[in-house]
């Protein structure tokens, strides 16, 4: 199966992205994000089948739910030490979870088995002081450690000159590639056509 495109962090050109059909696309509502979207966002629906994503860091649960409805979210994505607890009563509320963690060499995969019964995907990012968008790659192949059957993103800093690393990098459940930080003019302005190119290499892959 072809890898899915999450381009994450638009604040603007929403319908240049559209037009170039991503998988998803990721809303950042975390305020001290360059490519934080605003309180006063609001995304109207389109009639393309592109997922909408929500991007949180450590929010209170209750705006979580009021973002996600007013926005008519896909998936919310959390992205900070959200614990299990809080992701259990997202999920049993009827939220959609792409639980994101940040890999360094010393990261241990047992420690997020538990999430797994209230999460659709995992995402696995950089670590880094902040909260994504760093444009720095951790070491792939840690991920050779995972062996659980939530499928996951893989995010971190990846670019154009790293396609042929994707073309050689294998996982069973690697589910899509989410590119952010590396493709872009300014924070929130995608470069479109760099995403143009990478997304049409991509599928060919």
């Known amino acids: ?5 999450k381009i994450c962090g638009i604040k603007h050109n929403l319908q240049k992205i559209y037009n170039l059909f991503p998988d ?3 809303f950042i509502f975390y305020s001290n994000s360059p490519r ?6 609001f995304h109207k ?13 450590n929010e209170f649960e209750d705006n979580v739910i009021k973002i996600n409805k007013n926005n008519k979210l ?5 992205h900070g030490k959200e614990n299990v607890s809080y ?3 997202l999920f049993k509320k009827g939220l959609k979870i792409i639980k994101a963690f940040r890999i360094n060499n010393l990261f241990f995969f047992k420690k997020i088995e538990e999430y797994i019964p209230f999460c659709n995907y995992f995402l ?7 909260y994504g968008g760093s444009g720095k790659k951790f070491n792939w192949l840690k991920l050779n450690e995972y062996d659980f059957k939530t499928p996951f993103f893989l995010s971190g800093g990846i670019g154009m000159e790293d396609l042929n690393l994707i073309k050689k990098f294998s996982h069973p459940k690697m589910f899509g590639i ?4 590396k493709f872009e003019i300014y924070p929130g302005n995608k470069n479109i056509e760099l995403l143009n190119t990478f997304i049409k290499k991509i599928r060919k892959l």
């Open 1 to 5: 199966m072809p890898l899915k495109i």
């Open 178 to 181: 989410d590119i952010n930080s």
């Open 45 to 57: 629906k389109s009639n393309q089948k592109i997922f909408k994503v929500g991007v949180f860091v």
């Open 87 to 89: 992701c259990e009563r």
């Open 124 to 130: 696995f990012d950089s670590d880094s002081i902040h």
């Open 24 to 26: 998803f696309i990721g």
């Open 74 to 78: 896909d998936f919310v994505q959390l």
């Open 36 to 41: 934080f979207v605003g309180d006063n966002f």
